[in-house]
């Protein structure tokens, strides 16, 4: 039975979400928000906050209302959680009707004639007629307690096995064609016969492990390779994710959870231990897809092919998930650099692991992978083309509903291209160096500080950086007036860029945090020796209209030495009409600059 969503809406406005969770977790409150340790994975430093009507975990990515709280933590359904819930409003449950008491019976059995199908199709794997199934199946590296824990199948190539096999358990044609096991043939000439024939059967299940319906893999000859379930009511191929009743613990525990593009490479990687893996049903990411890997994780990582059609997947997805970007969430793109024609579940067996580890390790940003895509992969754009890939990354961030997480797009594109615009083929090694420490928007700055060695300032551009950094550090609503500011510069200190990144992200992802709980989440992320150097610039925190008068002068003379630094690039002789209006330009404004920063 579904719930009236006005009750939905005053069972959340009676309880609060703080009090539940504080029954788990001991909660300090920051500002308008609470801070804890995650109830969902082990760790020694908050990233577990809590607002009024929703949670987040900034180190799992755990994230829902009072609801999903309760079915996480308690690990309990939607239903038994509002009922939980309900008993600490004081509110009475709504009745369902007759109809719907009915409708959900109904249901029960449906979900119960699935089963009965599934383990048919078990059966007929092991009998002599599926005995080519089960040889590609173990041709494919699967071990049989994997073939039996993944309950895959095999249907014959008979139009009337499953029909008949089930029928002697009292299921009815009429239920067989309302789950779509049955096809009725449209002449109405003959009788409904079976859907799936001479095929590889995988069961797909919900989140609770509920089949919901099933994919075909084609023995012999033919079309279509793959076939499934039609859409009916339990099976929703745009809202399924072949895997997730194995993947979604396992991802909260890993902190990510790997999108494949097929049954097998599901199966694949998940016995070779990448547990947290699913698929979608033959078809694009939708919508209801991206929410329902958000749920689990912030930022989910695309793993496909590496050739041309898995570009193009991977394009379709990005072109997806634009409009319902928000901050906080995002996308990685893994495309896998092999010289190989295998899927993902034949590389992770014949190859090393530490090769699949490092292509998921090196997953691309979003806003990475679509620069890449617009710009052909090249360190250079040339001229006449840099407008032409500005509109179109433009368009791209066309698409992004959010404001915050579209100006952060727009930003990173805009210094992408800069950066592209002043590469030189021979300071090509300078400008590699620069261009690690431009900023990757959606992608959280993680160091390790064993390999960290700090080198005091010797130069009036490191001290204007490291001041920046304090400032920022110290005084976080600095950002909300300037955040631009530090969005558009590359630091020449790598140390000092990696943690000018970090408080960029933090400051879209924790909204109106104070420095302590800033600090703290940049200590945890692993750049507490640079952030000690950085605050021990300022003995005291300043003023307000002192922070801001500082904040203006570092900025005025960084943009005095950059700008004096690209005219020293631009050579003064043998120059054509168009570079001569640029160094023109470039001069006036370091003069304007020159007069600025005093």
């Not at 029928?167 to 859907?195: C, H, K, N, S, W």
């Not at 200190?493 to 703290?520: I, S």
Request: charged share 30%.
């Amino acid at each position: 039975m579904s719930l009236p969503q006005g009750f939905l809406d005053e069972l959340k406005a009676r309880v609060s979400l703080a009090e539940v969770i504080g029954k788990h977790v001991r909660l300090i409150r920051r500002g308008r928000q609470y801070q804890g340790l995650c109830p969902f994975h082990g760790e020694k430093t908050p990233s577990f906050h809590v607002w009024d009507d929703h949670y987040h975990c900034f180190g799992c990515g755990a994230h829902g209302s009072i609801i999903d709280f309760v079915m996480q933590a308690d690990k309990v359904g939607f239903r038994e959680a509002v009922e939980r819930l309900a008993v600490l409003a004081g509110l009475a449950l709504p009745q369902p009707t007759p109809q719907e008491q009915a409708a959900d019976r109904r249901r029960g059995r449906l979900v119960d004639l699935l089963g009965a199908a599934s383990r048919y199709y078990c059966q007929m794997l092991r009998m002599p007629e599926g005995r080519p199934a089960l040889s590609y199946l173990q041709g494919r590296g699967l071990a049989d307690a994997a073939i039996d824990g993944w309950r895959l199948g095999f249907a014959p190539d008979s139009g009337q096995a499953l029909k008949s096999a089930l029928a002697r358990e009292g299921i009815d044609e009429a239920a067989l064609l309302e789950v779509g096991l049955l096809v009725q043939p449209e002449d109405g000439r003959r009788g409904a016969y079976d859907r799936f024939r001479g095929r590889v059967i995988f069961p797909i299940a919900d989140q609770r492990g509920r089949i919901r319906g099933f994919g075909g893999r084609l023995m012999g000859p033919g079309e279509p390779k793959y076939l499934n379930t039609p859409e009916t009511p339990l099976f929703h191929k745009g809202r399924l994710l072949y895997g997730i009743d194995r993947a979604a613990e396992a991802a909260r525990t890993a902190q990510t959870i790997i999108v494949v593009e097929g049954y097998m490479d599901v199966i694949g990687l998940a016995e070779a231990g990448w547990r947290h893996v699913v698929a979608p049903l033959g078809t694009a990411l939708t919508e209801d897809h991206l929410r329902a890997l958000w749920s689990l994780v912030p930022e989910p990582v695309l793993l496909f092919d590496p050739d041309a059609a898995g570009e193009r997947a991977a394009l379709r997805a990005a072109e997806r998930a634009l409009p319902l970007l928000k901050p906080g969430f995002g996308l990685r793109m893994a495309l896998l650099r092999v010289d190989t024609a295998d899927d993902p579940d034949r590389i992770a067996a014949r190859w090393p692991k530490q090769m699949l580890h490092r292509t998921l390790q090196e997953a691309a940003p979003l806003s990475d992978f679509l620069f890449r895509i617009e710009n052909r992969g090249r360190l250079h754009v040339p001229p006449e083309e840099r407008a032409a890939v500005e509109a179109r990354l433009r368009q791209r961030t066309g698409l992004i509903a959010d404001a915050a997480v579209r100006a952060h797009f727009d930003r990173a594109f805009r210094d992408r291209l800069w950066q592209a615009a002043r590469f030189r083929s021979g300071k090509a090694g300078r400008d590699r160096s620069a261009g690690a420490s431009r900023p990757q928007a959606g992608r959280s700055a993680i160091v390790d500080e064993s390999k960290r060695v700090w080198t005091a300032p010797t130069d009036r551009r490191t001290r204007a950086e490291l001041t920046l950094c304090a400032l920022a550090a110290g005084s976080p609503r600095l950002l909300d007036r300037h955040e631009e500011d530090l969005g558009r510069l590359a630091f020449a200190d790598a140390a000092l860029d990696q943690l000018r990144q970090l408080l960029l992200v933090l400051h879209a992802t924790l909204g109106d945090a104070d420095a302590a709980t800033v600090q703290e989440e940049v200590r945890r992320r692993g750049l507490g020796s640079v952030l000690d150097r950085v605050i021990g610039e300022l003995p005291a925190a300043p003023a307000e209209q002192e922070a801001e008068a500082a904040w203006a002068a570092e900025i005025a003379l960084l943009h005095k030495l950059l700008l004096k630094q690209e005219l020293a690039r631009e050579p003064a002789a043998d120059l054509s009409a168009e570079a001569w209006e640029r160094r023109r330009a470039l001069i006036r404004a370091t003069l304007a600059a020159e007069k600025e920063s005093g």
